[in-house]
């Protein structure tokens, strides 16, 4: 694991190993958890466009502001933590912070977080994470996705890799959906 979080106030302090002073995140407003929600959730299915990915994360790292009834990503001069984990931060490390971040804003707060740091970020971290998150909004993968994309990403947690990190959790089967028993006629 490259990073630990912990709640202090109502501030998310993400450290990253190696670097002295946390990456704080500050709380969105509960419409714009939401909209960075929905966008994270349709990105998983393919239904988001990359832009609207990006927007998303940097909302979720920096803030919004509301442009009409939409919620936009600061001005990239008013973007510190972004720009500093620009500065800062390799690629990968990038992705931990920004996810974590993602997670933290959307319903499961700390708990997704931990879902996060617990899967190994990354790929499985995400995946756990996002599993959480689709159980938690009491979500069916068929009914999210009926492309199978999502049931995709969260068979891709029991794949193992090669990415876990030394000491790190072992991939766990995560639970199916649990469909009634067909009776036979």
Do not use: C
């Amino acid at each position: 694991m490259t990073i630990t979080a912990a709640q202090q106030g109502r501030d998310l302090h993400i450290t990253v190993i190696g670097i002295d002073q946390p990456f704080i995140i500050k709380p969105l407003p509960g419409r714009a958890g939401m909209q960075i929600t929905d966008t994270y959730l349709n990105g998983a299915t393919g239904a988001a466009t990359s832009e609207q990915m990006t927007d998303a994360l940097a909302i979720a790292v920096d803030g919004a502001i509301l442009d009409g009834e939409l919620w936009v990503p600061l001005p990239l001069d008013e973007r510190h933590v972004g720009n500093r984990m620009g500065l800062e931060l390799s690629i990968p490390e990038t992705e931990s912070v920004a996810l974590a971040a993602m997670f933290w804003q959307t319903i499961l707060g700390v708990s997704g977080v931990n879902a996060y740091i617990e899967g190994g970020e990354g790929l499985a971290g995400g995946v756990k994470a996002l599993w959480a998150l689709v159980a938690r909004l009491g979500l069916s993968p068929s009914r999210t996705s009926p492309s199978s994309a999502l049931e995709t990403l969260i068979q891709l947690a029991n794949t193992p890799t090669t990415s876990t990190p030394t000491g790190g959790k072992k991939n766990v089967k995560q639970p199916q959906d649990r469909l009634p028993k067909q009776t036979k006629p």
